[in-house]
């Protein structure tokens, strides 16, 4: 097995897969294309020669060429099983699973021998959480893959901490490869345009046999101008009316729900802080690559906001938090991030200036009546004292520190 022979490591995923590696459950790894999923393979790949040089790797990455003659689950197995070696651990990474229809009854049935680690990725939602929910209930776990964070975004293309290189990651985003390319527009632009394409084209109009790629482009148009805009299919059917162009309400909600599922956007749903509720209607989208949404509508000083929104968002996804939108009556919260049975609030401006965006921004989080931490996201570098007790982050220390 020739390893790549940059493998920058990611130290939180890795940590977190540690603990189930040599056990009879399957390590699931999904995440958006081009996230970095098969270098973490590579990379528990690396971790398990370090500890046995002669191991029995069984490697296959539905994306090369070489296993395509690998069709079917029952291919897979075969291939798998003529490799199995008895008494020992056998290491089985698949990459890009969801290429081979029922993979999961291939899975579940390698899983029956207490020597076999198996360790999968996928680059969609909904195949793998739905068949393997029903077929291996109980024997396999999820860790979900983003693109890098500002600290790991820095760490890749080893730079300092500093506006301007916060500003190249806003505009760029986090995807891996680009170490391998020129931070300019012009050459970085590219790449992401082919990411873009790949998963527009294969993940969400190959999968699903789309006819009308045409409005799901602007579709993808739409809530790139939109991010973080309290809407519904409703809302968005109204909307493409007025631009004559009638499409149903379950046309949205399906297309929507094809881009979430193929990891390009994130689908936010909106808590009820006195009622404890779920809001059934009305919900935010936010994407999982800055890069990726620039590329869409360009980066525009005008979306300033907006894009600061989405970094707060991504953050909190990669330090593991789930996250709603929170009402408290008429008053809106940003972010409700919950982890671990402990929550945290999260207003997002872009910047405080006058006591009015004062009042509005800090005031929200002090009629919540409990004790979990709250605070405000601005873009402003001031770092100064607390406003009753809720600290106020610039977004670089907060991507930063927190």
């Known amino acids: 097995m020739n390893l790549p022979q940059t493998l920058i490591n990611r130290k939180g995923y890795s940590e977190k897969i540690k603990p189930f590696m040599k056990k009879s459950i399957a390590k699931v790894l999904t995440g958006q294309r081009r996230v970095g999923?098969?270098?973490?393979?590579?990379?528990?790949?690396?971790?398990?020669?370090?500890?046995?040089?002669?191991?029995?790797?069984?490697?296959?990455?539905?994306?090369?060429?070489?296993f395509s003659q690998i069709q079917t689950a029952e291919d897979m197995h075969a291939y798998i099983t003529s490799r199995l070696q008895e008494n020992q651990f056998n290491y089985i990474f698949i990459d890009?699973?969801?290429?081979?229809?029922?993979?999961?009854?291939?899975?579940?049935?390698?899983?029956?021998?207490?020597?076999?680690?198996?360790?999968?990725?996928?680059?969609?939602?909904?195949?793998?959480?739905?068949?393997?929910?029903?077929?291996?209930?109980?024997?396999?776990?999820?860790?979900?893959?983003?693109?890098?964070?500002?600290?790991?975004?820095?760490?890749?293309?080893?730079?300092?901490?500093?506006?301007?290189?916060?500003?190249?990651?806003?505009?760029?985003?986090?995807?891996?490869?680009?170490?391998?390319?020129?931070l300019t527009d012009e050459v970085v632009n590219e790449y992401l345009k082919s990411v873009y394409s790949t998963i527009v084209f294969r993940d969400v109009v190959g999968r699903y046999n789309l006819r009308n790629s045409d409005f799901l482009?602007?579709?993808i148009r739409f809530l790139?101008?939109?991010?973080?805009?309290?809407?519904?299919?409703?809302?968005?059917?109204?909307?493409?009316k007025s631009q004559h162009t009638t499409v149903s309400v379950n046309q949205i909600q399906n297309y929507t729900q094809y881009l979430s599922n193929a990891f390009l956007i994130h689908r936010v749903e909106r808590y009820d802080l006195v009622g404890k509720r779920i809001f059934e209607i009305g919900e935010k989208y936010y994407f999982e690559n800055?890069?990726?949404?620039?590329?869409?509508?360009?980066?525009?000083?005008?979306?300033?906001?907006?894009?600061?929104?989405?970094?707060?968002?991504?953050h909190l996804l990669y330090r593991d938090y789930t996250v709603r939108?929170?009402?408290?009556?008429?008053?809106?919260?940003?972010f409700i991030g919950e982890k671990d049975h402990e929550k945290i609030y999260i207003q997002v401006a872009l910047r405080i200036d006058n006591e009015a965006t004062a009042?509005?921004?800090?005031?929200?989080?002090?009629?919540?009546?409990?004790?979990?931490p709250k605070l405000v996201v601005t873009s402003d570098p001031y770092t100064g004292n607390s406003y009753e007790?809720?600290?106020?982050?610039?977004i670089r220390e907060f991507l930063s520190e927190f």
């Not at 790139?224 to 493409?240: R, V």
């Not at 009629?367 to 979990?372: E, G, S």
């Open 37 to 66: 999923k098969s270098f973490l393979l590579f990379q528990l790949m690396k971790q398990v020669l370090e500890e046995e040089p002669n191991a029995n790797i069984i490697y296959i990455n539905f994306e090369d060429f070489a």
């Open 389 to 394: 007790g809720i600290r106020h982050y610039p």
């Open 325 to 334: 939108i929170g009402y408290l009556g008429n008053n809106e919260i940003d």
């Open 217 to 219: 482009e602007r579709l």
């Open 224 to 240: 790139s101008e939109n991010i973080g805009s309290l809407f519904s299919a409703k809302n968005i059917s109204d909307y493409l």
């Open 290 to 314: 800055m890069g990726i949404r620039n590329i869409v509508i360009g980066y525009r000083l005008t979306d300033k906001a907006k894009i600061l929104e989405n970094l707060v968002y991504n």
């Open 96 to 182: 890009e699973i969801q290429e081979i229809q029922n993979f999961e009854k291939s899975v579940r049935s390698l899983l029956l021998s207490p020597w076999n680690d198996i360790y999968l990725t996928g680059s969609n939602a909904k195949m793998l959480s739905g068949e393997l929910a029903t077929y291996l209930s109980g024997r396999y776990i999820e860790f979900k893959i983003y693109s890098l964070s500002y600290l790991e975004f820095l760490e890749f293309h080893q730079l300092a901490n500093t506006e301007q290189n916060l500003d190249l990651y806003s505009r760029y985003g986090g995807l891996p490869y680009l170490i391998n390319l020129p």
């Open 359 to 372: 009042q509005r921004e800090f005031g929200n989080l002090l009629k919540i009546q409990d004790n979990y």
